[in-house]
């Protein structure tokens, strides 16, 4: 049974039992030599020009200024990018359930669509620093200003990225569940979501990485705290040095947070065609 | 054995769709009566927009008749019909589920427990049983029409409406579904109606082929096929069937669907 099995795989989906050269592990290498390759001497030539040209340090750093930097005060920067991310988590969460629930009201009910969309792209428009003193009038501050903060550099792609979603639902998909007695909400949980959610894991997958960047700009003016407040603080003291580990800590950050987003959509999506080239290279089946 | 479900009987009256438009009212379907027996495998074959596919959406009660009266059984159809099983030209497979998943839909929105037994049961009846786990994207196309007719199946419907199922498909695979929907035809016990363009096929699996004209639709004839089942695909070079063949095409032919 197994061979028959085989055999149908294999007029089933060709690609699986091909035996294709797999470039996986060469890009790999390449995809991060390369990189590190032009990064070193990038740096190298960074901290010789600094060191050549006897820079300051408050205007410009060496980068192995920054790395000492960095391991002095690890925790001192570990401990404020906790409370950013703190502050970005619980922001992005408000954010992705008022932009589910937005999204589905605007799909739902054309009124609410006509209603609601112009404002919402009023309200993205609108360049965010400029309304952040209106928020520490509002919030106080603190924790919930930046919050807010959170919430208005991400609450758009979820909401965009949802509509677009729950609209390309297959119209046909509908009335056949339709035809089977499905109830609104069933259609909604049956048919519309899982085909919206590609679409939704790519907004939120934007909205984690503006997350933190809301957050540090939040902080900059709302808080006393965190990585944002760390960073107002050192180019104040003209601690160059701890700004540049600030900001590299964060890059740090962002790049495993974009890698986290990615882990976390491809378990949410294992059918996505995006997904399908890797589970063919597994040779992949039963 | 099977738990076979009492198929039911179709019944249309007087029945008339008109799709009022900006530039006119659209006649989709002249006043058309007919009566269906239960258990009975009824084709439909016509040209494109004669209201084949307008007429199985009243029968299933997915859009209601502008004039005329449709019932199933002794009821009168007047929202959604449950009790259908529905295949249509695209699969409609959900690609984020399963094939069991998507065979066990049905049940799912109609809250019928443990028919997981009966859905695999199925797949291994139409040979789909190996790939019960593999996402649709990894079937060929005959497998996933096979997989969509078993979801159509898993409730055991009193009716079961396929419209053009089959024309997405190769020649040689539409053979073998053929021969698969006659199987189901006699294991099931499910009144069926095929919708379909081939004059072929409509005669093969079916032992009634209503003709219908173009817009308005009306039925231009009603043949009765005498094949004895199981039927062979040899069947289709007997003297016998290509004369019911012969005898609708020269209804199209006056038609003037098929002039050449």
Redesign the interface.
């Known amino acids: ?1 197994t061979t ?2 085989t055999e ?2 294999a ?3 060709p690609p ?1 039992n091909a035996k294709t050269p797999v470039p996986r592990s060469g890009s790999l290498f390449a995809g991060v030599l390369w990189p590190l390759l032009s990064g070193a001497i990038g740096l190298a030539l960074w901290e010789g020009l600094v060191r050549l040209f006897k820079v300051p340090l408050f205007i410009l750093p060496p980068p192995s200024q920054v790395v000492i930097t960095i391991v002095d005060q690890w925790w001192y920067l570990l401990s404020q990018l906790a409370i950013t991310t703190f502050a970005a988590g619980l922001g992005l969460i408000m954010a992705v359930v008022f932009g589910l629930a937005a999204g589905a009201a605007i799909t739902a009910s054309r009124l609410v669509d006509r209603m609601l969309t112009p404002w919402l792209v009023i309200a993205h428009a609108v360049p965010k620093v400029v309304i952040a003193p209106l928020f520490l009038v509002w919030f106080g501050f603190g924790l919930q200003s930046e919050m807010f903060f959170v919430v208005a550099f991400t609450f758009f792609p979820v909401i965009v990225n949802t509509v677009t979603g729950l609209k390309s639902a ?1 119209p ?2 509908i ?8 109830t609104p909400g ?1 259609v909604l949980r ?2 519309q979501f ?2 919206a ?1 590609p679409s939704i894991c790519a907004g939120i997958k934007l909205a984690v990485t503006l997350a933190p960047v809301g957050a540090v700009i939040g902080e900059f003016v709302a808080s006393n705290k965190g990585l944002g407040h760390l960073l107002i603080r050192a180019v104040g003291d003209m601690d160059t040095s701890l700004a540049f580990a600030a900001v590299t800590v964060f890059s740090i950050f962002g790049v495993l947070l974009w890698r986290l987003a990615e882990w976390g959509e491809r378990r949410v ?1 294992p ?3 995006s997904q ?1 080239e890797a589970f063919l290279l597994r040779g992949g ?2 | 054995m099977h738990g076979r479900s009492a198929s039911a009987s179709i019944s249309l009256k007087n029945i008339e769709k008109v799709y009022p438009g900006p530039a006119g009212d659209l006649h989709a379907i002249a006043p058309l009566s007919v009566e269906l027996a239960a258990g009975q495998a009824v084709s439909i074959v016509g040209p494109s927009g004669c209201g084949k596919s307008t007429l199985m959406r009243l029968i ?1 009660g ?1 859009d209601p008749p502008t004039r005329g009266e449709i019932r199933i059984g002794q009821e009168l159809v007047t929202r ?3 009790d ?1 099983g ?1 295949v ?1 030209q ?1 699969d ?1 497979l ?4 399963n094939v069991l998943g998507n065979v066990l ?2 049940a ?3 809250g019928l427990p443990d028919l997981e037994p009966r859905a695999r049961e199925l797949l291994r009846e139409f040979d789909v049983d ?2 019960a ?3 649709p ?4 196309g005959g ?1 996933r029409q096979r997989v969509a007719i078993a979801r159509a199946l898993l409730t055991r419907p009193a009716l079961l409406f396929l419209d053009e199922p089959f024309s997405a498909l190769d020649a040689l695979t539409r053979d073998q579904m053929n021969v698969l929907l006659q199987h189901v035809q006699t294991s099931e016990a499910v009144t069926t109606l095929l919708i379909t363009h081939s004059i072929t096929e409509a005669i093969f699996c079916a032992d009634r082929v209503l003709v219908m004209s173009g817009r308005p639709g009306a039925i231009m004839d009603d043949i009765r096929v005498p094949f004895e089942r199981p039927r062979r695909l040899a069947l289709r070079e007997t003297s016998e069937f290509t004369a019911i063949g012969r005898r609708i095409r020269e209804h199209f032919e006056k038609a003037g669907v098929l002039v050449g």
């Open positions: 049974m028959a099995a149908q795989m007029e089933a989906a699986a297959d046909e998909q009335l056949m569940v339709r035809a089977m007695g499905a069933q049956k048919i899982p085909s959610l999506l059918w996505h065609p399908r089946g039963n | 299933a997915l959604p019909v449950s259908i529905i249509f695209r409609l959900l690609e984020w589920r839909l049905p799912e929105i109609k190996a790939f786990s593999s996402y994207w990894q079937l060929s497998m």
